[in-house]
């Protein structure tokens, strides 16, 4: 994962979104996907906005909680509008499912979604982002935005979290 994904990505979403009419809106998920957002942002060709959902189902666990609460909603509204929700990962697919339907039932022109990262092997509903940088594995991963418990978010890459930190019965 690194600037020729996300370069990959912008491409394939300014194609989509080449004949919109309006501005797109970016909606990006709090606080994990800043940037990644700022990266791919600078890379789109297409006229857009970003805005910002704070969502959160994890707490101080490596393992999502399945409750989805919303902290922080848009500031404006999007009736009308082609709306990218973009987070930097998809697991269990509560957050993103959640959020998209949140969105649809505020009459957007459309719905999509878009992540970094799409641990599939965690998925537990129904969702594939329409957007995909790159599988990843079965592992907590941290850097360019994630974090754990607050700490490795500004890494400049994506990492895995030794499981010892978090796990201290493990042998690994």
């Given amino acids: 994962v690194g600037p020729r994904c996300v370069k990959r990505l912008a491409r394939e979403?300014?194609?989509a979104y080449a004949d919109a009419d309006e501005d797109v809106v970016i909606v990006g998920l709090l606080d994990g996907v800043f940037m990644f957002l700022a990266?791919?942002?600078?890379?789109?060709?297409?006229?857009?906005?970003?805005?910002?959902?704070?969502?959160?189902?994890?707490?101080?666990?490596?393992?999502?909680s399945g409750?989805?609460?919303?902290?922080?909603d848009c500031?404006?509204?999007?009736?009308?509008k082609?709306?990218?929700?973009?987070?930097?990962m998809c697991d269990t697919g509560r957050t993103l499912a959640c959020l998209a339907e949140l969105f649809k039932s505020r009459e957007p022109a459309s719905v999509k979604t878009c992540v970094l990262?799409?641990?599939v092997s965690r998925r537990v509903v129904d969702v594939q982002p329409d957007f995909v940088?790159?599988?990843?594995?079965?592992?907590f991963v941290i850097g360019y935005g994630m974090d754990w418990n607050g700490k490795?978010?500004?890494?400049p890459f994506v990492g895995v979290l030794k499981r010892a930190l978090y796990d201290p019965g493990s042998q690994a």
């Fill in 39 to 64: 990266d791919l942002s600078r890379e789109l060709t297409v006229p857009h906005r970003v805005d910002f959902v704070s969502a959160s189902s994890y707490g101080a666990n490596t393992v999502s």
């Fill in 13 to 15: 979403i300014s194609a």
């Fill in 75 to 80: 500031g404006a509204s999007v009736r009308g």
């Fill in 152 to 155: 490795y978010r500004s890494l």
């Fill in 67 to 72: 409750n989805v609460k919303i902290k922080k």
């Fill in 133 to 139: 940088g790159s599988i990843c594995a079965d592992e």
């Fill in 117 to 119: 990262l799409d641990k």
């Fill in 82 to 88: 082609h709306v990218l929700v973009v987070d930097e």
